[in-house]
């Protein structure tokens, strides 16, 4: 994949974050992404540890800083920022984003955990 953004441009209001690549614009709601953050505490430390989030519908981004030249790190309005999120992960959410949600929304009904739906779900589907 190996693609670097254009632009990244975080629209606070809509808790969306803008992603430009060269072929493709992404609009990845700040709930999806910190949702799937790769970080140990979601993802665990191996296969089958991943940790459902829950409850991050109104989370927002509030700070974006550079990983070298292959990443950013998110820092969420929930305090969680271990996150680093490379350009193909981000690509990846961007380009896998029905799927990846769809799998996320099963996992909580799953678990028996409903969700309030927000206005930047459009995004999602």
């Known amino acids: 994949m190996k693609q670097t953004p254009k632009d990244i441009r975080l629209h606070s209001k809509s808790r969306v ?26 993802q665990g430390h191996g296969p089958g540890q991943e940790v459902l989030q829950t409850g991050k519908e109104e989370v927002n981004i509030v700070a974006i800083e ?5 990443a950013v790190r998110l820092i969420f309005s929930d305090s969680h920022n271990s996150g680093i999120y490379s350009w193909d992960l981000l690509y990846q959410l961007g380009h ?30």
């Open 17 to 42: 974050l803008q992603v430009q690549y060269e072929d493709e614009l992404f609009y990845l709601p700040c709930e999806y992404l910190r949702v799937h953050s790769p970080s140990a505490e979601v």
């Open 96 to 125: 896998e984003r029905q799927k990846i949600w769809q799998a996320y929304l099963d996992r909580l009904l799953a678990a028996g955990v409903t969700r309030a739906a927000q206005e930047n779900d459009k995004y999602l589907s």
């Open 66 to 70: 550079p990983v070298g030249n292959y």
